[in-house]
């Protein structure tokens, strides 16, 4: 059974760059692909980026596309999410999930100042 434990979010100004961590736990995150989603108050939960199992191919949502980065180091079993040119609109709960399966993490804040 996975778990899964984000970290890293927290407070920054608009321009700014934030690295969340996913880290994984009892299963090798490298079995699974991997997607990070976000939620904003009072918004739907939004998929933001995702990385395949077998060949790392990443996706990302248009909205972010050009400024985020999804990677992962198998040694260390955890998924990241480099976040660059940061915007207020970026702002949000930020979840890890694996991609075929319903398992999330708890989430990490991301707050954006303009």
């Known amino acids: 059974q996975v778990q899964l434990a984000e970290s890293g979010g927290g407070l920054v100004q608009a321009g700014g760059s934030l690295r969340l961590s996913c880290a994984g736990s009892?299963?090798?995150?490298?079995?699974?692909?991997m997607d990070w989603f976000r939620q904003a108050p009072g918004k739907e939960r939004e998929f933001v980026a995702r990385?395949?199992?077998?060949?790392?191919?990443?996706v990302y949502a248009a909205s972010v596309k050009g400024r985020f980065t999804i990677s992962r180091d198998n040694a260390k079993n955890t998924v990241y999410l480099q976040m660059n040119s940061l915007k207020p609109d970026d702002s949000a709960i930020y979840y890890c999930?694996?991609?075929?399966?319903?398992?999330w993490g708890q989430g990490t804040q991301v707050t954006v100042s303009s």
């Open positions: 990385i395949g199992r077998y060949d790392g191919g990443t």
């Open positions: 009892g299963r090798a995150l490298s079995e699974y692909g």
């Open positions: 999930k694996l991609t075929v399966y319903d398992v």
